[in-house]
């Protein structure tokens, strides 16, 4: 069984720029789940994917934006990156039955650190 | 509003010595309760968790938690602490109100070291 695997594993731009980070969820998780990790604080809720749509989104500002494709990986594009932006980026991902739940148990990647210069 | 409190931001025991590590929620109904730990420039383990039934919970690792409700705690335990245990532990909360199912509300970690 494969898990949660993400790329790039690190990633340099400059502010104003644009990224894109790629997750690939667990084989048979449905709902993929983005979180920021900025340097010594917890994992904070990005959004959620299920079923190819936004299932649910945190305190993050719209041009915080993502996809999921039809074989459950998922696209989070951060666009005028900002300095405050760097963090480590981690994807979970879980199977669903409605729709994302609190008792779904998520898996996690190991995450893309993107610094911002 | 959902919140996870982690009081103790670093800890240190010795190798063999017993662990416990604090977790303290705000939420309104019943809880579910999780604890990740991650080690440096890894992602996040799922430890254990807890949704309902017995309040001590059995994990990976040789981890344990118990669920207080009278305390809205859940504290992380280990008897016996190994070298390899040494990492950053992190409580949740699973969220559950509008626009959030399934989010994952973290606290801000312990980070555990370990004395030889």
């Known amino acids: 069984e494969t898990g949660v695997t993400q790329s790039p594993t690190h990633l340099i731009k400059t502010r104003g720029q644009q990224v894109t980070l790629r997750c690939s969820s667990q084989?048979?998780?449905?709902?993929v789940s983005w979180y920021q990790q900025a340097l010594g604080q917890g994992p904070q809720f990005i959004f959620q994917?299920?079923?190819?749509?936004?299932?649910g989104r945190g305190n993050f500002p719209p041009r915080f934006s993502g996809l999921q494709f039809p074989n459950y990986s998922s696209e989070l594009n951060v666009n005028a990156l900002e300095l405050d932006d760097s963090a480590l980026y981690l994807c979970?991902?879980?199977?669903?039955?409605?729709?994302?739940?609190?008792?779904?148990?998520?898996?996690f990647g190991p995450g893309t650190r993107l610094t911002v210069l | 509003a959902q919140s996870v409190t982690q009081p103790d931001i670093h800890i240190t025991v010795s190798e063999g010595a017993s662990l416990e590590l604090r977790c303290n929620y705000s939420?309104?109904?019943?809880?579910?309760l999780f604890w990740y730990v991650q080690s440096p420039g890894q992602g996040l383990q799922l430890l254990l968790k807890?949704?309902?039934?017995?309040?001590l919970v059995q994990g990976i690792k040789g981890f344990e938690a118990e669920f207080k409700r009278s305390q809205s705690s859940f504290n992380l335990r280990k008897p016996s602490v190994h070298w390899s245990d040494a990492a950053e532990y992190f409580c949740?909360?699973?969220?559950?109100?509008?626009?959030?199912?399934?989010?994952?509300?973290f606290g801000k970690g312990t980070k555990l070291s370990v004395k030889p």
């Open positions: 979970a991902s879980s199977k669903s039955l409605a729709g994302g739940s609190s008792t779904d148990t998520q898996y």
């Open positions: 084989s048979g998780h449905n709902t």
């Open positions: 807890y949704f309902s039934g017995d309040t």
């Open positions: 939420y309104g109904a019943t809880p579910y």
């Open positions: 994917y299920y079923r190819e749509e936004e299932n």
């Open positions: 949740a909360v699973g969220a559950n109100y509008g626009g959030s199912q399934g989010n994952l509300i």
